[in-house]
């Protein structure tokens, strides 16, 4: 019996460093988030998996996601409820659930830390000819922008900063940052005689200007400063003016990589601990070069029928798009980060912003939540919440933010929409 105690007191101890040591080093490598956005919903059946939670099957859309099944989440019986319908109602709840901020705004802020950047935006095509909006949000009716120019982004992120002192360098700052005081006192002043919308807005612009002056004092790691990013030679061509270099459709998939690239590049150097990517957006006018498709992605979405050839045509350009997500988590894990890898502290969500493109709704909308292994979610599962919500209806997408955030180290019980109940998704 002693030497049982002794024993046992022994893996005790042993039990308590290691849960501490695996504490600190959470500590040390906090999670990272992503939000990938491929536009115009799907054809459900053609979609979501079929069989049970871990012996399923994955079907013509979601088959190239194959190769990375074991670190995926396939959800399943999701509505987004509320709010505005059809494509614009869609994107702005995708990832506000109706609530003011988008949550890769809201957790770019509280898992900041010292990151220069809260959260980025980037996208592909996302603007060019966009009349439907995008998915993110830094308060009521304060859309962000992503930036689709892959060469603007790289230099807002990494271009700006160095990796030692001079004093040319310091006095350009100490200018900037006097720019940025006056603007701030004068920003000060007049939120003083505002009230109710007009200060919110002027509260973003304030905080805005706040992570700019942050970003003035940081310096980029030398070991992720000097990079191989771009080894397409990529270049923005001056004469491109209608469409600009960076919207050619000839050119999506190449800005679609780079833009992967340089969201792995932000998030492992921590630039930032958010990203949102947005591949083309609602009512997408794109036509994904290389696929032979006659139609461009929104005309294919309304099918009809799941054999009509339409319908051919959306799923080619569905696959086209669930392979660039199999290749992001492959990149991601890929890249060592926290003593294990990158995609281990990185929850990476897949959405859009309809569920059936035919029918325009928002049921059982195509998510696919993956990564995120050092926060112990696991991967290689399909869940259905089909009829598990309130009243035997779905269950609230609402719900899938909340366990993302709770994944993420930020706890809350809601996040925007809760009319069919708070708290995070029970299985997940």
């Not at 994904?288 to 054999?307: K, Q, R």
């Not at 995120?372 to 719900?399: I, P, W």
């Not at 930020?410 to 996040?415: G, K, R, T």
Request: net charge positive; aromatic share 6%; charged share 20%.
């Amino acid at each position: 019996m002693m030497i049982g105690r002794r024993g046992f007191l022994a893996s005790a101890l042993a039990a308590g460093v290691l849960t501490q040591l695996r504490r600190d080093a959470r500590a040390a490598a906090p999670m990272r988030v992503m939000f990938v956005y491929v536009p115009d919903g799907c054809i459900p059946a053609l979609w979501h998996p079929t069989g049970g939670e871990t012996g399923f099957a994955l079907p013509e859309m979601t088959a190239p996601l194959e190769v990375v099944k074991e670190h995926c989440v396939f959800l399943k019986g999701l509505n987004m409820y509320a709010g505005g319908a059809t494509h614009e109602g869609g994107i702005r709840k995708v990832l506000t659930a109706n609530g003011p901020q988008s949550l890769d705004v809201v957790l770019g802020q509280k898992l900041q830390g010292a990151a220069p950047h809260a959260s980025v935006q980037l996208g592909v095509g996302a603007n060019f000819q966009n009349g439907s909006g995008s998915m993110s949000f830094t308060g009521t009716g304060q859309e962000v922008k992503p930036d689709d120019n892959p060469i603007n982004a790289f230099g807002r992120l990494f271009g700006g900063s160095a990796t030692k002192d001079d004093s040319a360098a310091i006095l350009a700052r100490k200018r900037k940052k006097s720019v940025l005081d006056a603007a701030l006192s004068d920003l000060n002043a007049l939120q003083t005689g505002l009230g109710g919308a007009e200060r919110e807005k002027l509260q973003t612009n304030l905080d805005a200007l706040r992570e700019v002056e942050k970003r003035l004092d940081v310096a980029v790691p030398a070991t992720c400063a000097s990079t191989s990013w771009n080894a397409e030679g990529f270049k923005v061509n001056g004469t491109d003016y209608y469409p600009k270099t960076w919207e050619r459709e000839d050119l999506f998939g190449t800005v679609g990589k780079l833009q992967q690239d340089l969201a792995i590049l932000a998030l492992g150097c921590d630039i930032t601990r958010s990203v949102a990517m947005m591949w083309s957006h609602p009512v997408s006018p794109t036509k994904v070069p290389g696929l032979g498709v006659t139609l461009n992605n929104h005309d294919a979405s309304h099918y009809g029928s799941s054999g009509s050839a339409n319908a051919k045509e959306f799923v080619k350009m569905k696959r086209w798009f669930t392979t660039k997500f199999a290749e992001l988590i492959q990149s991601l894990k890929a890249r060592p980060y926290g003593g294990s890898t990158l995609l281990d502290h990185t929850l990476v969500l897949l959405c859009s912003e309809l569920g059936d493109g035919n029918a325009h709704d928002h049921k059982s909308m195509p998510f696919v939540l993956a990564g995120g292994g050092a926060a112990g979610l696991k991967g290689g599962r399909a869940l259905d919440f089909t009829g598990k919500g309130k009243g035997g209806e779905n269950e609230s997408h609402a719900k899938l933010l909340v366990s993302m955030a709770k994944y993420a180290g930020v706890a809350i019980d809601s996040f925007g929409y809760t009319g069919h109940g708070t708290g995070g998704l029970p299985a997940l």
